[in-house]
């Protein structure tokens, strides 16, 4: 920890001295001796190794998301930590200093999604292939051509199990009113020979193709001729015995590794270089299981295998996640007694209780006992609510009923809300004074465009609407100890991972058929990216390390392919990265930046 906390000094230290030289070495400042005599040094590799950054990026826009909204044009990297972030023309590197050249592009710190489920995207049985970035049936047949093109054998399945919906593949790409899945034929056109399965939300509906139809019957499944494969809600859909299927013929330990490093590698395109999962439902291992049920005990452990090979391109954070019925959470106790909380290193760690600490909020549930145990053990909890207040208000709403359990924890443990950043995500339909009593207490709010695939606005009487309402959290934020709130996804089942897409909900308020669904609620493009970065690592207690482009944090950046700040709303949901950075680390480069030393 010392050497830790030194090391980020002495990296302060060598910004502000780094800063000068930098201004120095833009400008004229600098005398034409002194300019040539660190000429001469650099170019006779003089200066101490140690004293080189291992990496310069020149020429950007760098967003770096202070205190100050400060953009620069350079920074440096040591030891996977910013060193100078400033204006230096070239930057001051040695010999062995990978430099490179933005060519003026925009670049935001990696960012943090504090409310997701990667977990579950890393134990997909056959190969998972993301379509939350298909937009039409060809978008669909390329994504999936170019899959099986890289499949090992005719025997692999490609599967898309969530993340997507039919609203934003438009049969017809001119009319996003035609939004639908592919049909059998389509699918055979774009992969004639390997099985498919797709499947949206927990239990579909879903669609497959012929080599996948063929094989599901077999086991039992109805399948339309058009592929077709039904399922909606919870519970036993024919796509939810697909799924069983699947799982059980598909996965194995090995498979579970590769389909973690298939989700890392997706995360990476995007961005998404801090992930907080919050968890599974619990397995039965039947039919009843949707997309959202994995082992919650087992599930970590080909995640861990991959940090323990040292292949991980991604930062995990650890949510265990507890719905006892019984009012003596057995198993909650347990957990707080034997398990340790923010236990590990940069890369993968612990959190918290979360994002359910028991079942159901209501009086009869162990909801306020849940809290009040998680509360005495020092621990953190991270719940989520869905609903809008009732008519009348005397039945009271999920987050209500919330909000009165922490008020009750936070009274047996006095200062545990605030000390240990518990949280609320998602919150539809929260009202100003319940912000104003979650505030109190030093609660925070876990906000998600994830109404963007299928909210719409008749799904409430009450505005507003499809939630949540990102303006008055983040004006209730702006206040003197106003609350804190982060951005998420709630990825990977009936949301989009991609933090592009999150952002386009935030500030357009439109969902994927282009229709205004939460209206009066927008925010900036400079408020929400603030959300899903700063502030997200303030959500995670590692604002000293994460969230921001500053000397001495951890050196997570992501190069853009355009500029977030300056292209138009619909092309917000274009925007990927062409280089990912984490810890000082190129894990991904979309190849179009020269990265030659
Ligand atoms: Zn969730």
């Known amino acids: 920890m010392a050497s830790d906390k030194q090391r980020r000094g002495f990296s302060r230290r060598r910004f502000i001295q780094g800063a000068a030289a930098a201004a120095a070495a833009s400008g004229s400042m600098l005398s034409s001796a002194a300019r040539k005599e660190e000429d001469a040094e650099e170019k006779h590799g003089r200066r101490p190794p ?11 826009k760098i967003h770096t998301m202070d205190d100050e909204g400060t953009v620069v044009s350079a920074v440096s990297i040591t030891d996977g930590r910013f060193a100078e972030v400033g204006h230096a023309s070239r930057g001051r590197h040695g010999p062995n200093t990978k430099v490179i050249d933005l060519r003026g592009r925009t670049v935001v710190p990696g960012i943090i999604d504090n409310h997701n489920h990667i977990v579950l995207m890393g134990n997909r049985p056959g190969f998972h292939t993301p379509l939350e970035n298909a937009y039409s049936i060809p978008d669909v047949q390329s994504i999936y051509a170019a899959r099986a093109a890289g499949l090992p054998n005719r025997d692999a399945w490609i599967t898309t199990i969530g993340g997507f919906h039919f609203n934003h593949i438009y049969g017809n790409p001119s009319d996003p009113l035609s939004g639908r899945f592919p049909t059998l034929q389509e699918l055979d056109a774009a992969v004639p020979n390997n099985p498919v399965f797709m499947m949206i939300s927990f239990t579909g509906p879903g669609a497959t193709n012929s080599a996948g ?85 087992t599930m970590h452990i080909p995640f861990l295998q991959v940090y323990a090979q040292d292949k991980a391109i991604i930062r995990l954070r650890i949510n265990f996640l507890h719905m006892e019925t019984d009012q003596a959470t057995p198993e909650l ?31 009869a549930s162990p909801f306020v006992a849940a809290a009040k145990r998680v509360a005495a053990a020092g621990w953190r909890a991270e719940v989520h609510s869905l609903g809008r207040r009732n008519t009348p208000a005397s039945n009271p709403a999920d987050f209500e009923l919330e909000i009165m359990g922490f008020e009750a924890a936070n009274g047996d443990s006095p200062g545990v809300v605030r000390e240990r950043r518990w949280v609320i995500a998602h919150v539809p339909g929260i009202t100003q004074e319940w912000i104003d009593r979650l505030q109190a207490i030093g609660g925070n709010l876990s906000l998600t465009g994830w109404q963007y695939l299928n909210g719409n606005p008749t799904a409430s009487t009450v505005a507003p609407y499809a939630g949540p ?14 609350i804190h709130a982060g951005m998420s996804s709630d990825g990977m089942q009936i949301a989009p991972m991609n933090p592009w897409v999150h952002m386009y909900y935030a500030t357009t308020g439109l969902n994927a058929r282009k229709v205004l669904i939460n209206p009066g609620q927008l925010i900036s493009r400079e408020e929400v990216l603030s959300l899903y970065t700063r502030q997200n690592g303030w959500f995670l207690r590692e604002e000293d390390d994460l969230g921001t482009i500053e000397s001495g944090k951890l050196a997570d950046l ?10 138009p709303n619909e092309d917000l949901k274009k925007i990927r990265s062409v280089l990912t950075v984490v810890g000082g680390n190129v894990v991904y480069d979309g190849g179009v930046l020269d990265l030659r030393d």
């Open 50 to 60: 140690n004293d080189a950054p291992d990496t310069v990026l020149i020429n950007g």
């Open 333 to 363: 106790v347990q957990r707080l007694k034997n398990a340790f909380q923010f236990l590990g290193n940069d890369m993968v760690k612990t959190g918290a209780i979360g994002e359910f600490i028991a079942a159901g909020t209501s009086a």
């Open 469 to 482: 309402p990102f303006r008055m959290i983040v004006d209730s934020g702006k206040r003197p100890d106003g």
């Open 213 to 297: 139809k063929a094989i599901l019957e077999r086991q039992g499944v109805a399948v339309a001729s058009n592929g077709a494969i039904a399922g909606v809600g919870f519970g036993v859909t024919e796509c939810s015995k697909a799924l069983l299927y699947l799982r059980q013929t598909l996965l194995n330990a090995a498979e579970r590794r590769r389909s973690v490093r298939d989700a890392m590698n997706y995360a990476v395109t995007v961005g998404v270089t801090t992930h907080l999962d919050q968890g599974a439902f619990q397995a039965t291992n039947t039919a009843a299981d949707g997309a959202a049920h994995e082992d919650n005990f």
């Open 558 to 567: 992501v190069v853009l392919n355009s500029d977030y700040f300056a292209v």
